[in-house]
């Protein structure tokens, strides 16, 4: 569901975007067909990490130990 509507934004803001010159830089965290749809979109420019959801899970499995 959040990759349709991934699509779906992208699909109505990319002609303002372009039309306008900018470029946008997007935080994700672990879902790679947001990554791969992302890494096909012109008017991107960068694509970061969201770490802090990584930290979160690394510190939650490290306290069941």
């Known amino acids: ?7 779906a934004l992208l699909e109505k ?3 303002i975007l372009e039309e306008s010159d900018l470029l946008l ?3 994700i965290d672990r879902d790679l067909d947001s990554n791969k749809t992302l890494a096909n979109v012109p008017v991107v420019s960068e ?7 990584a930290s ?3 510190r939650k499995n490290l306290y069941m130990f």
């Open 25 to 27: 830089e997007v935080c």
């Open 13 to 15: 803001i990319t002609p």
């Open 56 to 58: 979160k899970n690394i």
């Open 47 to 53: 694509i970061y990490a969201d770490l802090k959801h």
């Open 1 to 7: 569901m959040e990759h349709a509507i991934l699509i």
